[in-house]
Every structure is written in C-alpha cells, then in structure tokens.
C-alpha cells in the first residue's frame, strides 16, 4: 500500500516556477515507478513526466520539455516536479501516482492532487 501526497501548487504569473512535491508513505518506495500527471478543467488527464525507480529513465510531455525536471530522493520517499517558465496552459490539477514497472498507471496508487494556476 502506497499513500501519495501533493504539495507545492499555487497561483503563479506567467514565466514563474513551482516545485511540486510528492511524498510517499511505503516501505518500499524506491521499487517505484512515479509519474505527474495533470487534468485542466473539461480536459482529459494528461502524462506531464515519470522517472523510473533509480532515478533515470525520466521521460516528458512533449510541452514540458525543457521547462520542467522531474526527480527523486528515495531516502525522503519524495518525488519533485519543478516546474519554470509556467504558462496560463499549465493550469491544472497536478497529481502524482506510483506504479509498480510495466503496470497500467491506473492499477496504481493516486495522490489527491494539488492544483497548480498560472496568470497571464
């Protein structure tokens, strides 16, 4: 059993940065993959980034290349999104799930998200 909770959203201008959190209550956490995911209003949820177990394998959505890193520390059970150079179209509900390698993301476990507004 794997309990995810967000952190770090807010409301932002546009071009600012937020570093969202996901920290993780399991015992074996690093066994892990983590991903964000987000979901605007009227919109479909959407894969913003993952990263594999040991850090590597980070992969992201096509828009949020160059302007988000995704990254963890297994020690604090805490995966971290930051996020620069925001955009109004980067409003959304952020959240972060954990899956176990090669399993559907919606067999795995969800965090309640936290909502992330950017102003223009």
């Known amino acids: 059993q794997v309990q995810l909770v967000e952190s770090g959203g807010g409301l932002v201008q546009a071009g600012g940065s937020l570093r969202l959190s996901c920290a993780a209550s399991?015992?074996?956490?690093?066994?892990?993959?983590i991903g964000w995911f987000r979901q605007a209003p009227g919109k479909e949820r959407e894969f913003v980034a993952t990263i594999g177990w040991s850090g590597g394998g980070t992969f992201y959505l096509e828009s949020a290349k160059g302007r988000f890193t995704i990254s963890r520390d297994n020690a604090k059970k805490t995966v971290y999104l930051q996020m620069n150079n925001l955009k109004p179209e980067d409003t959304a509900v952020y959240s972060c799930?954990?899956?176990?390698?090669?399993?559907?993301?919606?067999?795995?476990?969800w965090g309640q998200g936290t909502q992330v507004t950017v102003s223009s």
């Open positions: 399991a015992r074996t956490f690093s066994g892990y993959v």
């Open positions: 799930a954990a899956s176990r390698a090669g399993s559907r993301w919606s067999n795995g476990y």
